[in-house]
C-alpha cells in the first residue's frame, strides 16, 4: 500500500499468491516499483519498512530519480558486513557510503540498520513523547515523520472494523476496500474543512444517515406514550373477559383476546 504521510491512500495491490505478476524473485522490489509507477523520475522520497528496503532498490531507484529511506534487514544482500557485526553503546552509530547509498545502524534500546539514498548519517536533536531531547541519526528521523501514514490508516481502520470471515474472499476484499475509501473521505474532510474537523466516529454516523433511507415516522394513534395495551379484567364467572377487534373481524381473523387499547381507532367490541 501506497498512503501520504497523513494517511490519504494513494494506491494499493492485493497479492494472490506465488504466481502473482508481482510474485517470484525480486518480489519486494516488484511491489515497490509498481505502486511507485506513475511517481518515478519525478524526484520523489519514499519511507518503506524492512521488508521491501534493499541496496539494489536502492540503487535501482536512484537511476530513476526517487530517493528511498527505511529501515534494513541485516541479512540484505549487499548489506556490509561491518556495519552488521559493530558492536555499539547506546547512542553510538555506524555507517557506510556506496554509490550516493547509505547503510547505517544505530544502537537505541535496541539496534536498528537503515538505508537511505537521500540523507546521510547525521546526529540531530529530537524530542521524545515525554518531551525529552535527544539525539537521533536524520533517516531514522525522517522515517518516523512520514511513514506514520501507513501506521496511521492501520490504526483507525481498527477502531471499527466490518470486515467479516467468510469463504467468498471478493465479499471481504469489498468490504475492506470501502472501508479505506470510507477513511479517504474521512481524511480529506478534515482536510480541507478548516476550523470544522470531526471525529472518525461522527463522520460514519453522518455518511450512514445520509446513504440509508429515512424511516417513517409512526402515526400519532400508534405514539408509544398513548398505546399501552391494557387486560379487559375478570368477569362474572371468574374467567378473562375476552374481546373481538374490529379491524382484525373485517379481515377474517376471528380470533379473541384479552387485551385491548383504548387509543387504537379500531376499538375491540365485546363478542
Given at each position: 500500500?501506497?498512503?501520504?504521510?497523513?494517511?490519504?491512500?494513494?494506491?494499493?495491490?492485493?497479492?494472490?499468491?506465488?504466481?502473482?505478476?508481482?510474485g517470484g524473485k525480486g518480489h519486494a522490489a516488484n511491489v515497490v516499483l509498481h505502486l511507485m509507477d506513475e511517481k518515478l523520475n519525478t524526484g520523489h522520497s519514499i519511507f518503506m519498512d524492512n521488508f521491501y528496503n534493499s541496496y539494489d532498490l536502492a540503487q535501482k531507484l536512484l537511476e530513476i530519480n526517487t530517493y528511498c529511506t527505511g529501515t534494513l534487514r541485516a541479512n540484505r544482500l549487499n548489506t556490509p558486513k561491518d556495519v552488521v557485526t559493530a558492536k555499539l553503546k547506546?547512542?553510538?552509530?555506524?555507517?557506510?557510503?556506496?554509490?550516493?547509498?547509505?547503510?547505517?545502524?544505530?544502537?537505541?534500546?535496541?539496534?536498528?540498520?537503515?538505508?537511505?539514498?537521500?540523507?546521510?548519517?547525521?546526529?540531530?536533536?529530537?524530542?521524545?513523547?515525554?518531551?525529552?531531547?535527544?539525539?537521533?541519526?536524520?533517516?531514522?528521523?525522517?522515517?518516523?515523520?512520514?511513514?506514520?501514514?501507513?501506521?496511521?490508516?492501520?490504526?483507525?481502520?481498527?477502531?471499527?472494523?466490518?470486515?467479516?470471515?467468510?469463504?467468498?474472499?471478493?465479499?471481504?476484499?469489498?468490504?475492506?476496500?470501502?472501508?479505506?475509501?470510507?477513511?479517504?473521505?474521512?481524511?480529506?474532510?478534515?482536510?480541507?474543512?478548516?476550523?470544522?474537523?470531526?471525529?472518525?466516529?461522527?463522520?460514519?454516523?453522518?455518511?450512514?444517515?445520509?446513504?440509508?433511507?429515512?424511516?417513517?415516522?409512526?402515526?400519532?394513534?400508534?405514539?408509544?406514550?398513548?398505546?399501552?395495551?391494557?387486560?379487559?379484567?375478570?368477569?362474572?364467572?371468574?374467567?378473562?373477559?375476552?374481546?373481538?377487534?374490529?379491524?382484525?373481524?373485517?379481515?377474517?381473523?376471528?380470533?379473541?383476546?384479552?387485551?385491548?387499547?383504548?387509543?387504537?381507532?379500531?376499538?375491540?367490541?365485546?363478542?
Amino acid at each position: 500500500m501506497l498512503t501520504e504521510p497523513n494517511g490519504i491512500i494513494i494506491k494499493f495491490a492485493v497479492y494472490t499468491g506465488a504466481s502473482d505478476d508481482l510474485g517470484g524473485k525480486g518480489h519486494a522490489a516488484n511491489v515497490v516499483l509498481h505502486l511507485m509507477d506513475e511517481k518515478l523520475n519525478t524526484g520523489h522520497s519514499i519511507f518503506m519498512d524492512n521488508f521491501y528496503n534493499s541496496y539494489d532498490l536502492a540503487q535501482k531507484l536512484l537511476e530513476i530519480n526517487t530517493y528511498c529511506t527505511g529501515t534494513l534487514r541485516a541479512n540484505r544482500l549487499n548489506t556490509p558486513k561491518d556495519v552488521v557485526t559493530a558492536k555499539l553503546k547506546v547512542g553510538e552509530t555506524v555507517s557506510k557510503y556506496s554509490n550516493n547509498v547509505m547503510i547505517g545502524k544505530w544502537k537505541d534500546k535496541r539496534e536498528v540498520t537503515y538505508i537511505s539514498s537521500e540523507f546521510e548519517n547525521d546526529m540531530v536533536p529530537t524530542t521524545n513523547r515525554k518531551g525529552r531531547e535527544t539525539l537521533k541519526p536524520l533517516p531514522i528521523k525522517q522515517y518516523n515523520k512520514f511513514m506514520s501514514g501507513i501506521d496511521r490508516q492501520d490504526q483507525m481502520n481498527s477502531y471499527y472494523p466490518f470486515t467479516r470471515k467468510t469463504i467468498r474472499w471478493y465479499k471481504k476484499l469489498s468490504i475492506h476496500i470501502i472501508q479505506m475509501l470510507l477513511l479517504n473521505s474521512y481524511n480529506l474532510y478534515n482536510q480541507y474543512n478548516i476550523g470544522k474537523t470531526l471525529s472518525l466516529y461522527d463522520f460514519r454516523i453522518i455518511v450512514l444517515s445520509k446513504i440509508l433511507p429515512k424511516p417513517e415516522k409512526p402515526s400519532k394513534s400508534l405514539s408509544i406514550e398513548k398505546n399501552i395495551p391494557s387486560t379487559l379484567g375478570m368477569g362474572g364467572n371468574g374467567r378473562n373477559l375476552r374481546k373481538r377487534c374490529q379491524l382484525c373481524y373485517k379481515n377474517g381473523i376471528r380470533k379473541d383476546s384479552t387485551y385491548y387499547c383504548d387509543a387504537c381507532p379500531t376499538k375491540p367490541i365485546f363478542r
